[in-house]
C-alpha cells in the first residue's frame, strides 16, 4: 500500500507570492489533516478534511486555507506568503475515528525570500 | 498556552541502555496519546500510542506508560539501539477530533 505522497518535496517562493500544496493519502483514509513545522513552533494543526469537508482548524491566519477532493486528495494554499511562512508542511492521513494513528507523508519543504 | 510539554530537548544514552522519554500535558480532555519519531527531511514515523484508559501499552521495545493523575507519559526504549537515534514527539488527542497536539519534540542520540 502506498504511503502519503506530499508534492512538491521542495519549493522556494517570494514574498506576496500564492502557494498551493498537495498531499494524496493512503488509499482508504478519508481524513486528511496539514500540519506546519518550524524550529520555534514545533508542530502545529493547520486544518482537518473529511469527506470533503473542513472538521477542524488551527490557530492560522485566513491566508492559509485547503480543500479536498472527492478521491480524498487535498490541497493547501498559503496566499500573500510572508517569510515567517517559511516551514516544512506535512500531511497526514488516517482512518475515520477517535484515536485513529495518523501516517505522515514526507512533507514540503517551503522556503519564502 | 501549550497543552503538549516535553520539557527536555535532548537526550543522549550508551547503546542497550534504558531510553526514557517523558511527556506531560494540561489539557484533562485528552484521551489518546501517541508518540512519533522523526528523522530530519522526514514526516513523523508512528511509533506507539496509549488510551486514557490504559496505563501501559508494550510493543516490543517500546512501552509507553500513563499516568493521569499526574498528567504525565513516558516512553521507554530497552534496549536502545543507534538507529533509534531521531527526534521524538509526544502527540494527544482529544475525543472526537483528529487533530494532533504535539509537543516540540526531543533529540535521542543513542551512542554506540
Known amino acids: 500500500k502506498a504511503g502519503v505522497t506530499q508534492t512538491p518535496r521542495y519549493l522556494i517562493k517570494t514574498r506576496g507570492q500564492q502557494v498551493t500544496l498537495s498531499c494524496s493519502p493512503i488509499s482508504g483514509h478519508r481524513s486528511v489533516s496539514w500540519y506546519q513545522q518550524t524550529p520555534g513552533q514545533g508542530l502545529q494543526f493547520l486544518f482537518e478534511y473529511f469527506s470533503e469537508t473542513q472538521r477542524n482548524k488551527g490557530n492560522f491566519p485566513g491566508r492559509f486555507s485547503g480543500r479536498q477532493f472527492s478521491n480524498s486528495r487535498s490541497e493547501m494554499n498559503v496566499s500573500t506568503l510572508e517569510l515567517g511562512d517559511s516551514a516544512l508542511y506535512l500531511c497526514?492521513?488516517?482512518?475515520?475515528?477517535?484515536?485513529?494513528?495518523?501516517?505522515f507523508g514526507q512533507g514540503t519543504r517551503l522556503t519564502v525570500v | 498556552d501549550q497543552q503538549v510539554k516535553q520539557n527536555s530537548p535532548s537526550l543522549s544514552v550508551q547503546e542497550g541502555r534504558i531510553s526514557i522519554l517523558n511527556c506531560d500535558y494540561t489539557?484533562?480532555?485528552?484521551?489518546?496519546f501517541l508518540w512519533y519519531k522523526k528523522y530530519p527531511a522526514e514526516g513523523p514515523t508512528f511509533l506507539i500510542s496509549?488510551?486514557?484508559?490504559?496505563d501501559k501499552n508494550e510493543d516490543g521495545r517500546f512501552t509507553v506508560f500513563l499516568n493521569k493523575s499526574a498528567k504525565h507519559l513516558s516512553l521507554h526504549i530497552v534496549p536502545s539501539q543507534p538507529g533509534d537515534s531521531a527526534v521524538y514527539f509526544c502527540a494527544a488527542i482529544q475525543g472526537g477530533s483528529e487533530k494532533l497536539v504535539f509537543g516540540k519534540g526531543m533529540k535521542l542520540t543513542v551512542n554506540p
Open positions: 489539557n484533562s480532555m485528552f484521551d489518546y
Open positions: 496509549i488510551s486514557s484508559i490504559k
Open positions: 497526514a492521513s488516517s482512518l475515520e475515528g477517535t484515536g485513529s494513528r495518523a501516517f
